[in-house]
């Protein structure tokens, strides 16, 4: 298994609180994304990351932002929380030598928003 | 509008016998398509892909199968197993910055394998 972990695992938040999560890699992958799982959508991008400083948008960005300041972290923030981003939260990471376009996901953050 | 469809929700086999999963795609720039396995509280594992060039990919009791003049994907166990009672996730991806790939999901089937 990759080694991702993400914390997190869960969270109970009120609505207009910051909330970050974290997602930490052993792999020393280049590319790490975030998704959020919702029931009948899969899971859907976030954002994503190409290299240290290097993030851009993804499918469903509205009201989240990221960093990644060294290769092995990539941080979701939330800036003001509000219900609908109640969801299950996961990272993945991909572009190890031989790069395909397979991803590896963490184990995933639940994170309820009241 | 979903790029990438799976339109059983839910799928019942008994142990043995063949489990068939659908998926059908509508976005010609996907160049691969995989499929995950997941379980309750875990991320999705990686199961199996195909390259958009090749119309079949075994490994072990999984096949996948790609027609793409129907935009369409399908996932075989032979034979299903209880273990492989999970929630199955089709995935199509393509490029979006350099090297960095989009995976768009499917809304999952959850298998579930009678013993």
């Known amino acids: 298994d990759a080694g991702i972990t993400q914390s997190p695992r869960h969270k109970v938040t009120e609505t207009g609180t910051p909330v970050t999560l974290r997602c930490h890699q052993t792999e020393n992958h280049r590319y790490m994304y975030w998704y959020r799982q919702d029931p009948g959508h899969g899971l859907r991008l976030i954002h994503y990351s190409y290299g240290v400083k290097d993030t851009d948008k993804g499918e469903v960005s509205d009201g989240y932002s990221v960093s990644r300041s060294k290769t092995e972290d990539f941080l979701l923030t939330l800036e003001s929380a509000t219900s609908s981003q109640t969801s299950v939260y996961f990272c993945?990471?991909?572009?190890?030598?031989?790069?395909?376009?397979?991803?590896?996901f963490g184990p995933g953050t639940r994170l309820t928003v009241t | 509008d979903q790029q990438v469809k799976q339109n059983s929700p839910s799928l019942s086999v008994q142990e043995g016998r063949i489990s068939i999963l659908n998926c059908d795609y509508t976005n010609s720039m996907f160049d691969y398509f995989l499929w995950y396995k997941k379980y309750p509280a875990e991320g999705p594992t990686f199961l199996i892909s195909?390259?958009?060039?090749?119309d079949k990919n075994e490994d072990g009791r999984f096949t996948v199968f790609l027609n793409k003049s129907a935009k369409h994907l399908s996932l075989h166990i032979v034979p299903s197993q209880p273990g492989d009672s999970a929630v199955y996730f089709c995935a199509a991806s393509a490029r979006i910055s350099g090297s960095a790939r989009q995976l768009t999901f499917g809304s999952g089937t959850q298998l579930t394998v009678l013993p």
């Open positions: 993945a990471i991909s572009g190890g030598s031989g790069a395909t376009a397979k991803q590896y």
């Open positions: 195909i390259s958009s060039i090749k």
